[in-house]
Nanobody, 127 residues
Framework: VQLMESGGGSVQSGGSLRLSCAAS????????MGWFREASGKEREGIAF?????????ADSVKDRFTISQHNANAANIVDLQMNSLKPEGTAMYYC????????????????????WGQGTQVTVSS
């Protein structure tokens, strides 16, 4: 499985960005995909997740501001993260992650125990 992220960049506080992650080479019908972020000097934080049945979980820090969605295109699963009302504390490297035989629960993302990872895309929010 290969994960390819896109959409990072710089934005002012209160602005919006949209991240995308394309997963190719996926052979299992049951999976989870989502996003972690890692700010300088902080632990990696799981922020939004979706599974193959459409179950979703958000971290409290992004709930009501971020929206995760998925669709299929060109034999790839694509997961998008729409980020609105961005805050300076959202400055971090954002990583796409995926795992097989996975269902989203209330604990998904509390540990970075996903099998597949993208290389990350930088998001910088200025005040």
């Amino acid at each position: 499985v290969q994960l390819m992220e896109s959409g990072g960049g710089s934005v002012q506080s209160g602005g919006s960005l949209r991240l995308s992650c394309a997963a190719s080479g996926h052979t299992y019908s049951t999976y989870c995909m989502g996003w972690f972020r890692e700010a300088s000097g902080k632990e990696r934080e799981g922020i939004a997740f979706i599974d193959s049945d459409g179950r979703i979980r958000y971290a409290d820090s992004v709930k009501d501001r971020f929206t995760i969605s998925q669709h299929n295109a060109n034999a790839a699963n694509i997961v998008d993260l729409q980020m609105n009302s961005l805050k300076p504390e959202g400055t971090a490297m954002y990583y796409c992650a995926a795992d097989d035989f996975c269902s989203v629960t209330a604990d998904t993302g509390k540990n970075p125990d996903f099998g597949y990872w993208g290389q990350g895309t930088q998001v910088t929010v200025s005040s």
